[in-house]
């Protein structure tokens, strides 16, 4: 069982640099926004509506709520651009084309994607209430307690790479922290770190459709295999160990939603928000697996049985 612990973790850590290696994959433009109709859209929109009076016009008159939420005039030039672009798209019989590596969304609000909006507040809620949950079920004296409670706050809160991110963690937390926490330290920093350089990078650099894609499908193997190979080591032992094998398998199941990027439907519904959808529900499983396992930990620390 040692040795087939170390291989486990040994491939989970090295695969580990992956995530961060994949930050320097090169972005390319999608197709609509290479259309020249949508460039020389987008130009003159600027030229005509983002100087001198004209913004002033169009900053006194923007709803606060964009305003705050960093909306600029040229965001809302590129945003009528690509509707004319689509509509153009859809005269000549031409397929739905992506621009800066998205599909084509209709805005609310200040959301440019409002499904997967409600998918991720879905998904801070479900968290919320099974962490309140957890720590009403669960002693402080658990050994998993404070790891769960504290770092779930952080990272568990805003979207399903965190949700994935902090399932890796919880993993490693599980199988060298309770004998090496050094490790599980120096683990969840690098996760911190990825994290990190991914949502900065989305949002600061360039939204990259793909890349996002095969980062979330990277992180998901590893939580896969590493979760897997727990779950077959105490299958005998651990009678809810079938909890963490289902939501693991949930998980990388659902994130298969994503190869099948289409078009939003009503441009509201895509791929990517189906699969935010689809993970609410297992929040619920595998907080209910934390729980059985906390409380397994707790009992065998009292009888002073060696934890592994």
Known sequence: MASCTHRCTTVSLLALTVVLQLLSIPTHASQGDKEPVYRDCVKQCVRTNCTGARLRGFQ?????????????CRDDCRYQCMWTTVGLYQAEGYRVPQFHGKWPFARFLCFEEPASALASLLNGLACLLMLLRYRSAVPRQSPMYHTITAFSLKMDYFCASAVILYSIYLCCVRTLGLRRPGVS??????LILAFTSHVSYLTFVSFD?????????????????????????????????WKCGVVVLLLHGLALLELLDFPPLFWVLDAHAVWHLSTVPVHFLFYSFLIDDSLHLLNTEKTGVKLE
């Open 209 to 241: 459709y793909g890349y996002n894609m095969a980062a979330n499908a990277t992180i998901g193997m590893i939580n896969l295999l590493w979760w897997l190979c727990w779950c077959w080591q105490n299958r005998r032992i651990l009678p809810y160990w």
């Open 185 to 190: 330290s120096m683990v969840g920093v690098l």
């Open 60 to 72: 006194s008159t923007q709803p606060p709520y964009m305003a705050l939420t960093g909306w600029t």
